[in-house]
């Protein structure tokens, strides 16, 4: 296994990433975050030599063309360890109770996020947009998604998760659904008591104003998905433009059902939260697996991957 650490990351507070150079020509590019409490030397190696259930196939044997980045997290304390310090993208409460003390994930998230797009960046300058992949387990998987949707350049070829969920989730979700309350109110229906519409014996000009102003309001529901990226960007209190790049980005997301340590229901929550997005993506649900990848997830990972990835030409 060749591995070097050839990159220093401008960000200080991040280690140098863990490289895995490709067995052939470097074509593709894969970031692979590995979860809280853990490092690219602990979680890469094992990563690697794991393989596929069916073609019994390893990472490097399916994609040789891809170099491996194995980015490691900024050390800081996390606070369900009380004083513990430990490698983690950010910090946050106990997932039990995953919308309690989301103060504690801002300013983590937003290094980590920043960190992330710049490792995107390096690497679509020397493969192309198309050829890199983002991809996270666990808490990596959550910061994953958080840079993807906080993304502003060109859409790059896709997102991986393994375990993991969506920070904001239930915030995003509110921004989306609105509160109707107000809007759903209709100028021109009748009065439940007195029967009589609540503009009869009005101007024409406020009935073409209103209905006007109702017609606007049902264009911007259209630009909802674009309000919630820019409340989680406030949340973070992070600049740059906001748009919608992640729309053009799959997303595959894989969960056990019996995962321990990020309820299903998370991963569940995500999927929901990203569709409601506009985001192209799916979610595969693992019978009897826990908080790890399985032999079939990354079957269907490879597979998912195949097709993203621009085809490499065969070997001669």
Known sequence: MDITQEIRPAWDSFPAPMIIHPQLEHRQSFIVLHGRGSTAQKFGPTLLSTASTLANETLQMAFPHAKVIFPTASRSRATIYKRSYTHQWFDNWHL??????????GEGLLSSIGYIHSLLQAEIKV???ENVVLWGLSQGCAASLSALLTWDGEPFAAVVGMCGW???SILLMDVIREDNSESSWDPFSQDENSGESHFDKKDTDTREELSLQNSRNQEAKLDLPMQAVAFLKNELQMEGITGT???????????GTEDEKVNIELGREANTCLQMMGADIQLVEYQECGHWYSEEMLQ?????????????PAEG
Do not use: S
């Not at 790049?245 to 969960?255: D, E, S």
């Not at 269907?300 to 490499?312: A, E, G, Q, S, Y």
């Open 127 to 129: 493969v192309g947009k």
């Open 96 to 105: 039990e109770d995953a919308t309690r003390r989301q103060d504690l994930i």
């Open 300 to 312: 269907d990972i490879f597979n998912f991957l195949r097709h993203r990835l621009n085809p490499t």
């Open 245 to 255: 790049a992640f729309q053009n980005i799959p997303v595959f997301l894989g969960h």
């Open 166 to 168: 969506l920070p904001y």
